[in-house]
């Protein structure tokens, strides 16, 4: 069966399902690898294939994964598995942000879990080369102010990543690698500024406080030195 390439996504309580780590890697192994047995789910993630069947049922009831028929293994028949489209997007309905914004944080949290658990792998194996000539990572991180304009052309060039990645899921040639593209507003809880400011604005200077002058103490009424004594009678 034939995946869609694309399909939506209209519940945040459906979208939490897979914005987990360990879910969210099964659904990107199945990308890769299905329609495949749990089994090799569980050697593409170097996870115990035990621990994967809870998971994989979630993912089942929440619409993402579907089985996809059997195969003849060396003992027995195995179930086959797969992802239900090529990718998923998120079409949230009757909601004003709060659930979007809720779904990318879980999301990005899931993805940038994964790429840790990568890159220390790696770098535990020693598998990280950084000889100019055969360097296996590259790892960039900016902070700066986009128009909308510049804003369109780096998400088309994260875009051009992931065709890149994709097309590589078909030819499966070469090693596997993981890529994880983020590009997002900055917003400061002690504002910073959204724009840079003008070239030829000039800073703004304070005016110091002139000190104040001490005023001196009233003096209250000085008692007479000498008054008129009373005769008691």
Not at 165 to 186: C, F, N, Q
């Amino acid at each position: 069966m034939k995946r869609p390439k694309i399909h939506a996504i209209s519940s945040p309580a459906q979208w939490e399902v897979v914005a987990s780590p360990v879910r969210a890697e099964i659904a990107e192994a199945l990308r890769l690898l299905g329609p495949c047995s749990v089994r090799e789910v569980a050697q593409a993630l170097d996870r115990p294939a035990d621990t994967l069947y809870r998971h994989i049922e979630l993912l089942q009831e929440a619409g993402f994964v579907r089985e996809a028929g059997f195969r003849k293994g060396a003992r027995n028949a195995e179930q086959l598995i797969d992802v239900v489209a090529d990718d998923f997007v998120i079409d949230f309905r009757d909601n004003h942000g709060e659930a979007e914004n809720r779904a990318i944080l879980q999301t990005i949290n899931a993805f940038s879990w994964a790429t840790q658990r990568a890159v220390r792998d790696s770098a535990a194996a020693r598998q990280l080369v950084f000889d100019a000539s055969a360097r296996n990572i590259t790892i960039n991180y900016e902070l700066s102010w986009l128009t909308p304009e510049k804003f369109r052309e780096v998400r088309g060039l994260i875009g051009r990543i992931k065709r890149l990645m994709d097309s590589g899921k078909k030819r499966r040639e070469g090693r596997l690698y993981m890529t994880l593209a983020v590009a997002t507003p900055v917003t400061r809880k002690r504002r910073f500024g959204d724009e840079a400011p003008p070239a030829n604005t000039k800073p703004a200077v304070r005016k110091q406080a002139r000190p104040k002058k001490a005023v001196p103490k009233e003096a209250g009424p000085k008692k007479a030195a000498g008054g008129p004594k009373v005769r008691r009678g």
